[in-house]
């Protein structure tokens, strides 16, 4: 049986197949392309799966890479999937979960689509990668180009968080910061790319893998439940690759016959100061526009114009999804909820998850019966600067109250 079941790739657009062993980025008609598997090939069953070591490279029949001796791995998956009982509790969905994501290498789910992207590039004989990035992503396929020994250029907005800057730069990438947003950043790299032999533009869904790693959270969700799937999956979309993948995902399972029932309810969650695909979801429609003067704290999810918002909004379309704004206020507000009620520092992104979650059970949407799973994409410690945290300093020869004083200083 071999180590990929990778078949071919195929245009969702226009239906072109392309030959996947050849290095592709988009189709001819502009269509990000994706990985189809020959699933009746795959013998493994979950609990071949199960025996195998805990990390996303355990669904390899699933992924890209054709030989096991081209895995980049840094140990990438297999994250908790955790209940939040109080927190759940207070939103009135008791039976909620988290995939905590945070627990990965550079500490944000973007590992999981470096480790792969990077995987099947080596493997395909790419010798340099470039994207523009909003941060975490650049610095995930830094890390990963260096455990390949391959060269890295990268170009993110001067307000990404400025530890993903240190991690590129630690990581021996080409750096540069932009006076601008990501998409002024894809713009540089675009034309950089076009002068550099042998370098291939990775911008999100711009090449076909980076979509196959982020895909492995929805393969864990089904496994961490038993083979069963919850009733609805929050995620804070930007690309929307995640949300993408997790679709991707959940049909494979059907197909392979390891999961049945209805496919979870996807919820696509961003700022309302960048929902270019909850005002597409609104009217009914099949593609978003351009977000004018996009900003929000969620700086992940800062994307105003997503090459893959057509298939975003089909995911959302076919399960009976919905897609949900939040503000800043009330996200930070709940990064420190899901703190102080579970002891979990999530990041910006999964907080936004927490009060879609909020704002969809005040609303109906969700009942108090649904299982629902909200994605922490990453480590809150990546954004220090979003949780206040002034405490009174003290002499040495001062002292503290002989009483609790006020939390958090
Ligand atoms: C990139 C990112 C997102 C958005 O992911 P997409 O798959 O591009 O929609 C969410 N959260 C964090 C922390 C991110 O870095
Ligand atoms: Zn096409």
């Avoid at 675009?190 to 999100?204: E, F, I, K, M």
């Avoid at 910006?348 to 998850?353: N, R, T």
């Amino acid at each position: 049986m071999p180590f990929s079941a990778l078949s071919h790739l195929d245009c969702p657009r226009c239906g072109a197949r392309h030959d996947p062993d050849q290095v592709h980025g988009t189709c001819s008609c502009g269509s990000p392309l994706l990985a189809r598997y020959d699933l009746g090939r795959v013998q493994a069953s979950p609990r071949d799966i199960a025996a195998r070591p805990a990390d996303l490279w355990r669904y390899h029949e699933l992924l890209p890479v054709r030989e096991a001796g081209h895995v980049v791995s840094l140990g990438e998956g297999m994250t908790p999937l955790l209940a939040l009982p109080k927190l759940g509790r207070a939103l009135g969905v008791p039976n909620l979960l988290m995939k905590d994501e945070s627990l990965i290498p550079t500490g944000t789910f973007k590992a999981r689509g470096a480790a792969v992207g990077v995987s099947r590039a080596a493997e395909l004989g790419v010798s340099a990668i470039a994207m523009p990035t909003n941060g975490n992503a650049g610095a995930a396929w830094s890390v990963y180009a260096a455990r390949a020994g391959m060269r890295s250029l990268i170009a993110m907005p001067v307000g990404a968080p400025a530890v993903t800057r240190a991690e590129c730069a630690a990581a021996g990438a080409e750096l540069y910061l932009v006076d601008g947003l990501i998409g002024d950043a894809g713009k540089l790299i675009a034309a950089a790319v076009a002068q550099r032999p042998g370098y291939q533009d990775v911008s999100t869904l711009r090449e076909p893998y980076r979509i196959e790693g982020k895909k492995t959270m929805g393969l864990e969700i089904a496994e961490q439940l038993g083979w069963r799937l919850p009733a609805v999956i929050v995620y804070p979309t930007g690309g929307g690759v995640g949300i993408i993948g997790i679709y991707k995902a959940l049909r494979e399972l059907l197909d392979l016959g390891w999961v049945s029932g209805d496919l979870p309810r996807l919820v696509a969650v961003q700022s309302t100061g960048c929902a270019p695909i909850v005002r597409a979801f609104e009217a009914g429609a099949a593609a978003s526009e351009p977000w004018p003067d996009a900003k929000t704290v969620a700086f992940g999810i800062t994307v105003p114009n997503a090459l893959g918002d057509f298939l975003i909004l089909e995911a959302l379309y076919a399960t009976g999804g919905t897609a949900v704004a939040v503000t800043d206020e009330s996200l930070l507000a709940d990064q420190r909820a899901a703190a102080r009620l579970e002891g979990s520092f999530i990041c910006p992104e999964g907080a936004a998850c927490v009060t879609a979650v909020r704002q969809l059970r005040e609303s109906g949407w969700l009942s108090e019966a649904d299982e629902v799973v909200v994605l922490n994409t990453g480590a809150g410690l990546i954004y220090p600067d979003t949780v206040p945290a002034g405490a009174p300093v003290l002499a040495p020869s001062g002292s503290i109250p002989a009483g609790p004083g006020q939390p958090g200083g």
